[in-house]
């Protein structure tokens, strides 16, 4: 310790890093106390990345007992309250337990700072604060599930789920602590990019990842407290008989639709952003290659985040709104596709005239190419009105939005995980099991969802425990598809613990990335830098060779 | 063409006159969706293979040779997207204002969805449920709501939907082209029979409709109530799921309405509810109004708001204290009585009916089953037309 803070004022001696003898911030100290009270974001990430990851399991362990019940047209597995419990705590659990905080707890607290070339975030204590607020939500859901669940559908619609005998309340709690963890994150973000950036590292010259958590956090701090408030106001409907969005005692239950959408809509986007982040990030950094449009990419994460406050009323066309109203969404809908579009052109353009490696992150970028693009485009065929008549609530929703929120979230998720993955623990995972497993995920996942495309247009009714029998084949494939998605996950979970221990020693910079995170040595030491670096050029200069960007970025 | 393109898309028959009209749209987006993400996603590909480092290391020439992007690509394909998701957006809404605005003239019929089942009411006073009859050839209006829960009504033959909405009245409509049978099917989650929430529309001949209004069921096929009782419904079965009008004779025991009011036509403290319902009454003010299911549910809510005259101002208000299924079963049971004729000291057909609540007897299913009670089973009047 007393050698670093020494150190840390000296002028680096060795660039690469190489002669670190300060230990990595995973065994500087190795007490579990240390790691329970640490205020270092990167133990805070790895705690984040740990829970994110058992969610996930757990998440998918719901969904695999969903599909194998609808694998007959009756009862195959439990029955319908079971089922109805397992929809909600499903969509409950992969929302806000899993895809909400996924990108942004894990690999934002991570790389953030050291993208920036700061020594933490800017409030580690809040940061802290913001996991245990996180755990606490997380064991409120899981307490209320065992308090009777919810059987309300992570929509919440009352006036059932202000009637339904279910634990709503405690979902409605859990889901505000949890939200409560979201805003301390954002926060927490938005500071550390105003003030901690390292001198010379202007705005223009951040990496894209950094954009693109910024706007999600922006869109957090605007949409969370209206969730918070209008689940606080079901909740209170829920146990005192208040009335708010209840028809019987003067409420309005369409009220709580648009205050529910408000913010779940730009929740969307709360996913999605830190997705397009990772994506920028791979592809500019294993196609050697700068952006094609760094502003292209930059602004239009913020054209996302403002006008996906304005499309809300997209998911209640047919919930009894005026068609002028609904007309204005869905052309509104429009505009976030536009700029939907212009970041997939300008990442599949980056490729153009690169050098590029086809590693396991690569695949993923191919993967979430097709996923979002079908996926972005089937949304714009929902926002057409009269096409969304027929499509609305049936399987081609559940299909739209698993394609976009699992195809592009989960996709740049493992993205993310298998890049990032010798930054964070120093270690090489197998690449040929990597590509394979992605393989795997890939095919589960188009067997899975495409078929619930034509099972909607079939018009088969979404949350449905029985249906009629012309739609049980198509529910076969789709069920299959989910146990091979499983079992392609859990591959490549084994294949990325089984790297934690006996993988290849990494190096600091295995990409041969430009972008900042990869200065300091992988995996870093407790307090990033020995010295804050000096920020000579933009995060995306590949066409200087390897020493010279170093050197441009003086710092260890 | 469309018959192909309908059958590699699964959709289902298109049994209304907008549904074709839609379906064009659809495959033209759906085709363009398709060939845009299988575009994309080969255009990358074919870069990340041109472009692998293996390739440019072996030729230098490949690297950095188109570096700079053409934007004005990039901005043209974007403009033209732009433009194509705007035509999507002016047919698409073009043909949203044709699926909502129900034309001149429409013939309207009352939907209510409760859990979970539709009832249906028809202007000549028929009703029915879980089946809803149609001339087939007619435009229809339906005006629905809901008894307790948000519902959505869905034909997928029809390509329609709407929400019914308790509390407030939404409005689809429908033209079905030929006689037939098509499934209805609820869209919106209500519950634990959510899934079991399913009907069916038959339209008839316009001849056949006639007959069946004047309670001639038409000859099977094409008849039948398809309502299959829910199979699954756990804890959560609403409490009258034998029938509203039992459970209605049992709540207006349990909570005291019939120490005043009598089922039988005898007069006692308040107004008999034999023979009200569709009755005029006078009101202590001045002036009367007509007994319907509004005024019903008000005298329970705010019982001195109309009062009816001749009688005393000692009804309490059930604001607050009874369930809205509950006051819905009052409303039907006062509904079933309405043929009841006013008999002083005349004998109550719910003879079996006790302030304590106890169960109905047969009798009771006797009066209000009518000549197709096999619905009835679930239902509080049979599929057929029930005419005072
Ligand atoms: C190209 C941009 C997009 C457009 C135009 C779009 C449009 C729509 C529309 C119109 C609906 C409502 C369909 C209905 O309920 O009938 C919908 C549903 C949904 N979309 Fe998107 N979408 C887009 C992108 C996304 C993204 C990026 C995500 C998530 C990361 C997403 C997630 C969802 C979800 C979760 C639902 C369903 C919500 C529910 O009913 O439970 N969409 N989308
Ligand atoms: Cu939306």
Known sequence: ?556 | MNELMRKILFLPPQASTIASEIDQLHYFVILVTMAGATLVTVVGSYFLFRYRRTAVAADARRRGASHATPLWIELFVVVSLFGMFLAWWVIGFWQFMRVRVPPEGAMEIYVTGKQWMWKFAYPEGANSIATLYVPAGRPVKLVLTSRDVIHSFYVPDFRVKQDAVPGRLTTLWFEVKEPGRHEILCTEYCGAGHSTMRGEVIALSPQDYEGWLRGNLPEPPVAGPAYAPPAVVGEHAPRELVSMVRQGERVAAEQGCLRCHTLDGTAHLGPTWAGMFGSAVQLERGGSVVVDEAYITESMMDPLAKLHAGYQPIMPTYFGRIHPADTAAIVELIKSLRAVPVQPGGRSPWATVTPEGAEAGARAREVEGGPASAAGEIGDAGTGSERP
């Open chain 1, 1 to 556: 310790m007393s050698e670093a803070t020494i150190d840390a004022d000296l002028p680096a001696v060795d660039p690469r890093g190489a002669g670190a003898e300060e230990p990595d911030y995973l065994r500087a100290e190795t007490s579990v106390r240390s790691w329970l009270l640490t205020k270092d974001h990167k133990r805070i990430a790895i705690m984040f990345y740990a829970s994110v990851i058992v969610f996930l399991m757990l998440g998918g362990l719901f969904a695999l007992i969903l599909r194998t019940e609808l694998l007959t047209p009756e009862k195959t597995i439990i029955d319908a309250n079971t089922y109805n419990q397992m929809f909600t705590l499903h969509g409950v659990t992969m929302v806000w337990l899993f895809m909400i905080p996924a990108i942004p707890g894990a690999f934002g607290n991570f790389v953030l700072p050291l993208m920036l070339g700061a020594k933490d975030l800017a409030f580690p204590r809040i940061n802290l604060a913001s996991y245990y607020v996180y755990a606490l939500s997380a064991i409120i859901m899981l307490t209320a599930m065992l308090a009777g669940g919810a059987d309300t559908g992570w929509t919440f619609y009352v006036p059932y789920s202000s009637t339904s005998p279910t634990a709503v309340s405690w979902m409605g709690v859990g889901i505000f602590v949890n939200g409560v963890s979201s805003i301390m994150t954002a926060l927490n973000f938005i500071v550390t990019t105003h003030t901690l950036r390292a001198k010379g590292l202007s705005w223009h010259r951040m990496p894209l990842f950094i954009w693109s958590i910024y706007g999600t956090s922006v869109i957090i701090l605007f949409a969370t407290p209206v969730l918070g408030m209008s689940l606080t106001l079901v909740a209170l409907d829920h146990s005192f008989g208040l009335g708010i969005f209840d028809p019987r005692y003067g409420g309005d239950p369409v009220l709580f639709q648009h205050l529910f959408w408000f913010y779940s809509h730009p929740a969307v986007y709360i996913m999605m952003l830190p997705a397009f982040g990772v994506i920028s990030e791979v592809v500019c950094s294993f196609s050697h290659n700068p952006p094609a449009s760094y502003r292209a990419i930059a602004y239009s994460s913020l054209g996302i985040a403002f006008v996906g406050f304005f499309t809300w009323g997209h998911h209640m066309f047919v919930a009894g709104m005026s068609e002028f109203d609904a007309g204005i969404f869905g052309a509104l809908s429009m505009f976030v596709a536009i700029f939907s579009a212009i970041k997939v052109f300008t990442w599949v353009a980056t490729l153009r005239g690169g050098s590029i490696s086809f590693a396991t992150p690569m695949l993923y970028f191919l993967w979430f190419l097709f996923l979002f693009v079908f996926g972005g485009m089937t949304g714009v065929a929902v926002a057409t009105q009269s096409l969304d008549v027929h499509w609305h609530d049936t399987y081609f929703v559940v299909a739209h939005f698993h394609f976009i929120m699992v195809g592009g979230t989960l996709t740049s998720f493992l993205a993310a995980a298998h890049y990032w993955f010798p930054k964070m623990f120093g270690k090489l995972y197998d690449e040929r099991v990597g590509l394979l497993t992605s393989v795997a995920v890939f095919i589960g996942f188009v067997f899975t969802f495409l078929p619930q495309f034509l099972l909607g247009n079939a018009g088969m009714p979404r949350r449905y425990y029985s249906y009629p029998e012309q739609y049980q084949w198509l529910n076969v494939l789709s069920t299959g598809g989910a146990w091979l998605l499983g079992a392609g996950l859990l591959l490549t979970l084994a294949n990325l613990v089984i790297a934690l221990k006996w993988g290849r020693q990494a190096g600091p910079n295995p990409w041969g990335s430009r972008s900042f995170e990869w200065i300091t040595a992988s995996p870093p030491s407790k307090h990033n830098f020995e010295s804050t670096p000096l920020v000579e050029r933009s995060a995306y200069e590949y066409d200087l060779p390897e020493e010279v960007a170093r050197a441009r970025v003086p710092a260890r």
